[in-house]
């Protein structure tokens, strides 16, 4: 298993750019997340899944929409990029048993550099 | 969410354990304490969680106080790799709520 993958590991984007950032999971799990780490800080959550088609708010949702059309992706987008979403994202995913989270895996992250 | 207050770096000499200690006095009774780390430049890394009693696994015990207001992490032979940030997090454990993280614990392993 290759567990929670990013796809790119690296970006440099222009102010107003748009892109958007790929996680994918092979572990069938239901639940999947997006945060944001800026430097010296710990993990912000931006938007949420807790399933194929559905999405939801996190904590510092603004300038970003998601989309979970398959169950083993979630993407995240950027559509007008601005230096204060310079960044490292992180995807995670979990499957709570028994309706309890134990666990999420986190991806190895994608650094975000918006000039 | 209940606060956490976590020192913000320790050092700890190689072989010796490491017990890092994280405070949670609003902690709600349905919230579970969970520990991650994070290795320089890596995603997070689920460690343990515990509600009230204490907990053991391959990589870490977990003691939480009887009123639950604190907890400590030990790492019982911390090596080099275990230099990581540690993050306390008290969580619900349902539904699809997503971590909250704090500042964490800088853990330096010193050969």
């Known amino acids: 298993n290759a567990g929670v993958t990013q796809t790119p590991k690296f970006r440099v984007l222009k102010t107003g750019q748009s892109m958007t950032l790929l996680c994918a999971q092979d572990m069938n799990h239901e639940y999947m997340y997006w945060y944001r780490q800026d430097p010296g800080m710990g993990l912000r959550l931006i938007h949420y899944s807790v399933g194929e088609g559905t999405t939801a708010k996190g904590e510092v949702p603004d300038g970003y929409n998601v989309s979970r059309l398959k169950k083993q992706n979630f993407l995240l987008g950027l559509e007008s990029a601005a230096p204060s979403q310079t960044s490292v994202y992180f995807c995670?995913?979990?499957?709570?048993?028994?309706?309890?989270?134990?666990?999420?895996?986190f991806g190895p992250g994608t650094r975000l550099t918006v000039l | 969410d209940a606060k956490t207050t976590q020192p913000p770096s320790m050092d700890c000499a190689e072989g010796r354990a490491a017990n890092l200690p994280c405070n949670h006095s609003?902690?709600?009774?349905?919230?579970?304490v969970y520990w991650y780390r994070q290795i320089h430049s890596q995603g997070p890394q689920y460690i343990i969680h515990?509600?009230?009693n204490n907990e053991t696994n391959e990589m870490a015990s977990l003691i939480i106080t009887e009123d639950r207001k604190s907890s400590t992490l030990i790492l019982p032979h911390a090596t080099l790799r275990d230099t990581a940030v540690y993050y306390c997090?008290?969580?619900?454990?349902?539904?699809?709520?997503?971590?909250?993280f704090g500042k964490g614990t800088h853990l330096i392993i010193q050969p």
């Open positions: 997090i008290p969580h619900s454990g349902g539904g699809a709520d997503g971590l909250t």
């Open positions: 609003t902690i709600s009774g349905n919230e579970y």
């Open positions: 995670a995913s979990s499957y709570p048993p028994s309706g309890k989270l134990d666990e999420q895996f």
């Open positions: 515990g509600l009230k």
